[in-house]
């Protein structure tokens, strides 16, 4: 059987994909400014009880496959990695704040898309092979 993460009251599989990039598609998350990045972002995944699966730290932009328990939502999981890292390196590096003024270094917004190996068309013929078991309280659109 899979090896599904476990919660007290809860086990899950959840699987997402981030990417977000530097304000103005700055090229400065080189050297030792992205060796302590990628120590920020284990270090409010870790707190945050989401596990990162994969991730890499490019110039200008950041790509994080993680999972996360149910508790946890993508918009407040990425607030607290943008915000605590964005936060902690202007505060490390001066260059970070002559570059951004001390204003915020990652630019507005971010890409999340949930992974894994079950398609919606998986989900939709399980359901309609189990359809006897649930057919009192249809859920599908009209």
């Given amino acids: 059987?899979?090896?599904?993460?476990?919660?007290?009251?809860?086990?899950?599989?959840?699987?997402?994909?981030?990417?977000?990039?530097?304000?103005?598609?700055?090229r400065i998350l080189k050297k030792d400014v992205g060796y302590r990045l990628r120590e920020l972002l284990l270090q409010v995944c870790s707190a945050q009880k989401v596990e990162v699966l994969s991730?890499?730290?490019?110039?200008?932009?950041?790509?994080?496959?993680v999972s996360l328990p149910p508790q946890v939502s993508v918009s407040k999981l990425v607030?607290?990695?943008?915000?605590?890292?964005?936060?902690?390196?202007?505060?490390e590096f001066a260059s970070l704040r002559k570059?951004?003024?001390?204003q915020r270094m990652w630019a507005r917004g971010y890409f999340a898309c949930s992974t894994g190996n079950?398609?919606?068309?998986?989900?939709?013929?399980?359901?309609?092979?189990?359809?006897?078991?649930?057919?009192?309280?249809?859920?599908?659109?009209e």
Avoid: I
């Fill in 55 to 65: 991730g890499a730290v490019a110039k200008d932009h950041v790509h994080m496959l």
């Fill in 1 to 26: 059987m899979k090896d599904y993460r476990r919660g007290s009251h809860s086990v899950f599989e959840l699987h997402v994909h981030l990417v977000w990039s530097t304000k103005y598609r700055k």
């Fill in 79 to 91: 607030q607290k990695l943008k915000g605590k890292s964005s936060y902690k390196l202007q505060r």
């Fill in 99 to 102: 570059e951004y003024w001390g």
């Fill in 118 to 141: 079950v398609t919606d068309e998986m989900v939709k013929a399980y359901l309609a092979d189990h359809a006897g078991d649930h057919d009192d309280f249809r859920l599908d659109p």
